[in-house]
């Protein structure tokens, strides 16, 4: 005898198809997760490599800026160690009396505006008589045996030395006394 199909309530029929839908549902929420999980790492590390191309241009802003500087210091440098034999030659000429007043005057005048020049570009003299020897800003030319003077002092300045910032241009050619 063949089953006779009793007719199933609409309830009986969805609870069936509800409990298919659940196991799907959390398998996909899975799967969300997952990808959610995935996509917060790769935010991460996009996020990091911001930083670090950030700091990376920051730094190079930096050294650029140093170079700089470096270079325009370098420049300068290299324009006042031309200008050196001038001053020199402007002492030389200054200490001897030729001719005529006009002609003394004239002289003191030239060297009052390159020494004027040579403080506006930062140029300073160094090497005094009596200092300590510094082999960094003197090269000793002679030595003396003075008791007058401490051992290792500048006794005579041979030639001016000169410093541009931090930067010898010209070491300070002396005599040291012994």
């Given at each position: 005898?063949?089953?006779e ?28 997760k ?15 490599l ?81 200092e ?47």
């Amino acid at each position: 005898m063949a089953e006779e199909k009793t007719p199933q309530t609409e309830e009986e029929v969805k609870e069936p198809a509800k409990k298919a839908a659940k196991p799907k549902k959390n398998n996909e929420t899975e799967k969300l997760k997952a990808e959610i999980e995935k996509l917060t790492e790769e935010l991460k590390a996009k996020e990091d490599l911001l930083l670090r191309t950030a700091a990376e241009f920051d730094n190079y802003k930096k050294r650029t800026e140093k170079e700089k500087l470096t270079i325009a210091e370098y420049a300068k440098a290299s324009m006042c160690k031309q200008l050196l034999p001038i001053l020199d030659n402007s002492d030389r000429a200054a200490e001897f009396e030729h001719g005529s007043e006009q002609y003394n005057k004239g002289i003191e005048m030239i060297v009052k505006l390159l020494l004027e020049l040579s403080d506006k570009l930062g140029l300073k003299v160094i090497g005094e008589v009596g200092e300590a020897f510094d082999p960094n800003i003197h090269e000793a030319i002679m030595h003396i045996e003075d008791e007058n003077l401490g051992e290792n002092t500048v006794a005579q300045v041979l030639q001016k030395g000169y410093k541009l910032g931090d930067t010898v241009v010209r070491p300070a050619m002396v005599q040291v006394a012994n």
